[in-house]
């Protein structure tokens, strides 16, 4: 990646962690407002979400910026795997705000009350929904040009805001006709919604913690560039995983034995450019294995 590529990723990721930062900011504050006002547990609901969302968000500011200093000598590979811890902790903060709200829906269910002000909080609502969807947007543009972990992960979260919050509207119109037990009835549905995202972000973050594999079409696209090299006679012994934005492919292929050591080099190059050609982002060792002319095989994965 060049030093251009390398900035306006930099900026990117800046823009996208300070905006998220300031989206949730501004909605705990219009939500503290709304629920103060209507009483309603299901405005507590996204109240809540909405403070554990800053809070991820300033995690995930910090985890950004770390991730993005370069590798030294105690950091080989880089700190890219600082996005992956902060996916972590956001995966503990949220799953421990949906079982506050668990207890709270519970209690509105055992002792409904009539809600107040439901005007103004669906108000808030329609406010919330168009905030989320504009970060979502420059969200998900980031995550295209960068394949932050981070900010994908923040995404994930904001994504469910907003089925989170046409519920609430739902529930703030309906409850404003005398059925006040749906506001608790929609804030535990939030609460285990909130708790299911929680364990998707924490299982994808350890994932990553734990270097599984890149997805299975990464191994074709590698078969694929092997098979255009003619005096590559296959590869093996495939090893791939992912750390914040960079992908490690590693990976063995059989030359033929008569080649000379620049002509074996080159053809290991000729491979590495072309992976990366489709992953800008990857570093890419190739191990060269000599071995016994035979018909052009394009893929020999499996010894």
Do not use: C
């Amino acid at each position: 990646m060049n030093a251009d590529s390398e900035r306006q990723q930099r900026r990117l990721l800046t823009l996208a962690a300070s905006a998220s930062v300031a989206t949730a900011l501004v909605l705990i504050a219009v939500k503290t407002v709304a629920w103060m006002m209507t009483g309603s547990v299901s405005l507590l609901a996204s109240l809540v979400d909405s403070v554990m969302d800053s809070l991820a968000s300033l995690m995930n500011f910090a985890a950004i910026h770390y991730s993005l200093v370069p590798a030294d000598d105690e950091h080989r590979f880089g700190h890219g795997k600082a996005e992956a811890l902060a996916g972590l902790g956001q995966a503990v903060l949220i799953g421990g705000s949906a079982l506050f709200l668990l207890k709270e829906a519970v209690l509105k269910l055992i002792e409904p009350a009539p809600l107040e002000a439901t005007a103004l909080g669906v108000g808030v609502m329609v406010f919330s929904i168009l905030l989320t969807a504009l970060l979502l947007l420059l969200q998900r543009y980031v995550v295209r040009r960068t394949g932050s972990t981070a900010i994908d992960a923040d995404a994930l979260h904001y994504l469910s805001d907003l089925a989170v919050n046409l519920g609430i509207i739902f529930t703030l119109i309906v409850a404003g006709y005398g059925f006040e037990e749906v506001d608790g009835v929609v804030g535990l549905a939030i609460a285990l919604y909130i708790l299911r995202s929680a364990w998707k972000i924490g299982w994808d973050s350890t994932q990553l913690l734990l270097d599984h594999e890149l997805p299975g079409e990464v191994r074709d696209v590698i078969s694929a560039v092997v098979a255009e090299q003619e005096d590559a006679l296959g590869f093996h012994d495939l090893r791939t995983r992912q750390s914040g934005r960079t992908q490690f492919i590693q990976l063995h292929v059989d030359m033929n034995e008569t080649l000379s050591l620049r002509d074996a080099h080159d053809l290991g190059e000729r491979i590495r450019a072309g992976i990366v050609e489709h992953y800008p982002a990857a570093e890419v060792i190739i191990h060269h294995d000599p071995v016994a002319e035979r018909p052009h095989v394009p893929i020999d994965d499996h010894h």
